[in-house]
T-cell receptor
Framework: KQEVTQIPAALSVPEGENLVLNCSFTDSAIYNLQWFRQDPGKGLTSLLLIQSSQREQTSGRLNASLDKSSGRSTLYIAASQPGDSATYLCAVKGSSNTGKLIFGQGTTLQVKP | DTAVSQTPKYLVTQMGNDKSIKCEQNLGHDTMYWYKQDSKKFLKIMFSYNNKELIINETVPNRFSPKSPDKAHLNLHINSLELGDSAVYFC?????????????FGSGTRLTVV
């Protein structure tokens, strides 16, 4: 049974710092992995999607990596800003054909001015 | 144009009532999903429909019944609401269960049962 874990659960950093959020999963047979952002009281915004055959994806100040064999993904945020404050969720899509996403419990990030 | 829209955004109701949440997507996606986010912010899938056919039905009380009249709509009806049903319910869509692209989520419906 696939389980997804995110560490740390919460993180507080000063503005301008580079940071890394971690995601680990127990079954390496994944189809893809997606990072989402959730602002308080809001829905989920997709940030980056990494296919199982890819090693990383980049969008602006965000870079996500995937190491399937070790069951790990990281989300790197460069030069953090207060507007980056949100909960970041990692979700894996298993190799079955149902499209089901398994989510981690998220990392809540606070970037202080 | 909202890609995945849910109504209502907020729903407060008494125990024992029956309520429905509606979801519509204008992305032309074939697959739609309902996820539940509990008080600890943990998201878990409930149901999925692909081209109006039910493909995922997790261990959910049978008081919850999804209905997909067409592939652009997926509604969730809940009978005999209980306090424990209080949560945020998210609708999502994707091009297909095995498609390489990811999901698009709606903004959620916050259900409070009193």
């Amino acid at each position: 049974k696939q389980e997804v874990t995110q560490i740390p659960a919460a993180l507080s950093v000063p503005e301008g710092e580079n940071l890394v959020l971690n995601c680990s999963f127990t079954d390496s047979a994944i189809y893809n992995l997606q990072w989402f952002r959730q602002d308080p009281g809001k829905g989920l915004t997709s940030l980056l999607l990494i296919q199982s055959s890819q090693r990383e994806q980049t969008s602006g100040r965000l870079n996500a990596s995937l190491d399937k064999s070790s069951g790990r993904s990281t989300l790197y945020i460069a030069a953090s800003q207060p507007g980056d404050s949100a909960t970041y969720l990692c979700a894996v899509k298993g190799s079955s054909n149902t499209g089901k996403l398994i989510f981690g419990q998220g990392t809540t990030l606070q970037v202080k001015p | 144009d909202t890609a995945v829209s849910q109504t209502p955004k907020y729903l407060v109701t008494q125990m024992g009532n029956d309520k429905s949440i509606k979801c519509e997507q204008n992305l032309g996606h074939d697959t739609m999903y309902w996820y539940k986010q509990d008080s600890k912010k943990f998201l878990k899938i409930m149901f999925s429909y692909n081209n109006k056919e039910l493909i995922i039905n997790e261990t959910v009380p049978n008081r919850f019944s999804p209905k997909s009249p067409d592939k652009a709509h997926l509604n969730l009806h809940i009978n005999s609401l209980e306090l424990g049903d209080s949560a945020v319910y998210f609708c999502a869509s994707s091009q297909g269960p095995g498609h390489v692209n990811g999901y698009t989520f709606g903004s959620g419906t916050r259900l409070t049962v009193v």
